[in-house]
């Protein structure tokens, strides 16, 4: 185990200065894999509505290595036994728990990639573990949720977790959206274990609610804007093309990177992750938002009609037009929407109108109370889960929103 000693300290814009407390934590933020995620913007192309937020998937787990940190201090200060190699193996899992994030974070996961960046992430850390002789091991049962002590991989990935805290904080910080502002450190302060599982004590409960409050709130006010996902949708229906126009030559769309290519190019599976990992992650550790964007800006004098279009379109920010709304997209309207669009851009061809009006759902829930409940720690000693409070006020339910998205010009077009 590498010995414990400030190797780095950092100046974070949220926190002030963070540490890197183990040479094993500097080691890996210095390997090329963790460096890519200087290159991933932390909430994709939220920046077209909130200018400010540039932030990267590297800001943010420095963040969630700072505020676990914090979380091992106060569990030690309250008599918690954590020993050095557990804290080293939480810090280093929560430090990984987002390098198999690709490009623009979670807006092309199932366009370019079969597979979730939580897997990805795992495939990371059991290759990286091979490079350096075996010292994540403990790292990757945390992460996993196999290691013996629940807690542990709790402040990694629970509804409490340090990711969460971090995201919500910094996503805050770096839109303007104040409304997510949340009181971690006093959250932090109030975190206890019991029977080796995560608990809050009971003084503890309000900033609680807070913080899901200003979860809701930050995924309809941010991360689910109209705007934002007007953009995100389409920059997903242009690798869509892409790939669909790929699969009809033999050779590389002009401007695309040979990494992005060999996403393009073949329909991979689940299988194919699993059976070569070490081939497709030596591929995947090239793609970052700038291969994604320099394919973009080529793709604006592409011969296809319709790929030119919708990357036109998103570069200058033309955006389409997003409905939100709680009942189902009636199929009329869809119909009704690509009969004007297969009049209105003629040019484009007959397959226009799948790529330019199209609709999808949208869900957020604040609180769930289907699995690994936040647990509150009475006075008396007693611990029940949150939703058995008497006082909670946070409806564990899930909204559902449907979305229309199409060309604005098509509110004003008559067939």
């Known amino acids: ?20 407390p183990y040479n094993l934590l500097f080691t890996l933020i ?16 939220s920046d077209y509505v909130y200018p400010g937020a540039i932030h990267t998937r590297f800001h943010h787990a420095l963040g969630a290595l700072h505020l676990t940190q914090q979380a091992i201090s106060v569990l030690r200060s309250k008599g918690v036994a954590i020993s050095e190699e557990e804290a080293l193996g939480l810090c280093v899992a929560i430090l990984l728990h987002d390098i198999g994030h690709g490009p623009f974070s979670h807006t092309l996961e199932g366009a370019l990639l079969p597979v979730s960046h939580e897997q990805l992430s795992l495939w990371f850390m059991e290759a990286l573990n091979e490079q350096l002789d075996g010292h994540l091991s403990l790292a990757i049962q945390i992460f996993k949720g196999t290691y013996h002590r629940p807690f542990l991989h709790q402040l990694v990935s629970g509804q409490l977790d340090m990711d969460r805290m971090d995201y919500l904080s910094r996503d805050s910080f770096f839109t303007g959206v ?23 004590e009971e003084k503890g409960i309000y900033s609680v609610e807070k913080f899901l409050i ?70 995947f550790a090239q793609l970052d938002d700038h291969d994604v964007m320099a394919a973009v800006k080529a793709f604006v004098q592409a011969q296809d009609p319709i790929l030119a279009f919708l990357a036109k ?9 997003l409905k939100l709304q709680h009942s189902p997209i009636a199929q009329q309207q869809i119909d009704n929407l690509r009969r004007k669009a297969a009049s209105c851009f003629t040019t484009l061809g007959s397959l226009a109108p799948e790529y330019l009006v ?46 229309l998205c199409y060309p604005k010009e098509l509110e004003d077009f008559s067939s």
């Open 1 to 20: 185990m590498s010995e414990q000693q400030h190797v780095k300290i950092i100046n974070d814009p949220v926190y002030g200065f963070v540490s890197i």
């Open 313 to 321: 379109r998103l570069l200058n920010r033309k955006l389409f037009r």
């Open 214 to 283: 200003a979860r809701r709130l930050m995924y309809w006010q941010v991360y689910l804007h109209k705007t934002v996902l007007s953009a995100e949708q389409m920059l997903r229906r242009i690798f869509l093309r892409a790939r669909a126009l790929r699969q009809e030559v033999t050779t590389p769309l002009a401007g695309v990177s040979p990494h992005l290519d060999f996403f393009l190019r073949q329909q991979l599976s689940k299988k194919d992750f699993a059976q070569r990992p070490d081939e497709l992650l030596a591929h």
């Open 358 to 403: 199209f609709s999808g759902t949208e869900s957020n829930s604040a609180y769930s109370t289907a699995r690994d409940e936040i647990r509150i720690k009475m006075k008396g000693g007693r611990v029940a889960p949150l939703s058995a409070v008497a006082d909670y006020g946070i409806a564990p339910t899930i909204v559902t929103k449907h979305y």
């Open 30 to 45: 210095e390997h090329p894999w963790f460096q890519r995620l200087r290159r991933i913007k932390q909430v994709s192309l």
């Open 178 to 200: 104040y409304e997510g502002v949340i009181g971690y450190d006093r959250i932090i302060k109030m975190l206890a274990v019991h029977d080796e599982e995560l608990v809050v």
